[in-house]
């Protein structure tokens, strides 16, 4: 049986070794998901391309900050937010921020399916509204995150010793626990699914309704449809599974704060709680993956898409190869 120092130390190593592999394939992955989202002629004209590109863009952001100050403070013994209140506040509210930025991204790109299944709510569908609904929520979600730049800052032990980055004890804890339950873990994914069935049910109904001689137009676009909705639910089940842990982890502490714990039992729950950032760090990284696997359209997009860029890179390198040469024998002519 592994003993306490034991513990610590494979978790160190554990965090050493995944946290780079994963900062680096979510970058490349989200890199890969802006360049599909937006150079495929079938996906870029969707507004729901725009909100999955948005959503990557978090997801970047957030595993360029959040795990990489994790990797220094586990790797190297650096934590910098342990040194200043500022970073302290800032840190956990670029936490509480891109984190519910590409879930609700996700959730207006269902929306934005359920109502292509409509015939009658084209408003929504338009740009300008996609670009401004994309505004609007970023500043809701801001404005929402303010709680964690005011009740975040650092704490000293007892002992006078040990600075750490973390939120107040007492009512806000109690408060954070059923924020992160009723929004992260019930409402965001709950909303997403049901607006994802609705479109599947949309497009069903929507089948018995046309004539026969559009049949094979609407039949091309109720499979595009129905695609991008498999790809959204899977990638909703998998949001789910990676960041459920960690909720009912928050829950949990804040619903047992107030009782006596011994050191071994906060031990436990403290080693817990470090294994379940884990997960939410892998979830942030794997939209690609789920995509890749998932959509038959993605990737024959992103087959197209490598095979154009290398076909452009390799006439570019021929024609400075070409016009070096040219240089290179008027030079020996000279």
């Not at 990797?71 to 650096?78: A, R």
């Not at 984190?99 to 299944?117: E, H, K, T």
């Not at 709680?147 to 040990?162: A, G, K």
């Not at 928050?250 to 080693?271: A, I």
Request: some cysteine.
């Amino acid at each position: 049986m592994w003993t306490k120092d034991e513990l610590v130390r494979f978790q160190q190593n554990l965090f050493i070794i995944s946290i780079p592999i994963i900062i680096i394939t979510g970058n490349i992955g989200s890199i890969l998901n802006v360049i599909v989202f937006s150079g495929s002629t079938k996906l870029r004209a969707s507004p729901c391309s725009l909100y999955l590109i948005f959503s990557s863009i978090c997801y970047a952001v957030y595993l360029n900050t959040v795990p990489l100050l994790r990797f220094l403070q586990t790797g190297f013994n650096i934590d910098l937010s342990a040194q200043w209140s500022w970073f302290c506040k800032l840190r956990f509210f670029t936490i509480g921020l891109f984190l519910m930025l590409p879930r609700s991204y996700m959730l207006l790109a269902a929306v934005d399916r359920y109502l292509m299944s409509k015939t009658n709510h084209h408003w929504f569908l338009r740009r300008p509204t996609t670009w401004k609904m994309i505004i609007i929520n970023y500043l809701f979600w801001a404005i929402v995150c303010v709680h964690d730049l005011i009740f975040y800052d650092i704490q000293i032990s007892y002992n006078s010793t040990d600075r750490t980055c973390t939120y107040q004890p007492g009512p806000y804890s109690t408060f954070l626990s059923f924020y992160s339950i009723l929004i992260n873990g019930i409402s965001m994914p709950l909303l997403t699914a049901i607006f994802a069935f609705l479109t599947l049910q949309n497009l069903k109904s929507l089948r018995k309704k046309i004539h026969t001689s559009i049949i094979n137009n609407f039949q091309r676009r109720r499979k595009e449809e129905w695609l991008l909705c498999r790809m959204l639910l899977i990638q909703l089940f998998a949001t789910i599974v990676l960041t459920l842990p960690i909720t009912s982890v928050l829950c949990y502490n804040g619903l047992t704060q107030y009782q006596q714990k011994s050191s071994f039992r906060t031990f436990v729950e403290n080693y817990i709680f470090q294994m379940c950032t884990l997960l939410q760090y892998i979830n942030a990284a794997v939209s690609f993956i789920v995509y890749s696997l998932t959509s038959r359209i993605f990737c024959k997009e992103l087959v197209l898409l490598v095979k154009y860029y290398t076909v452009r890179i390799r006439q570019t390198l021929r024609e400075h190869s070409a016009a070096l040469f040219t240089r290179l024998s008027h030079s020996c002519m000279l």
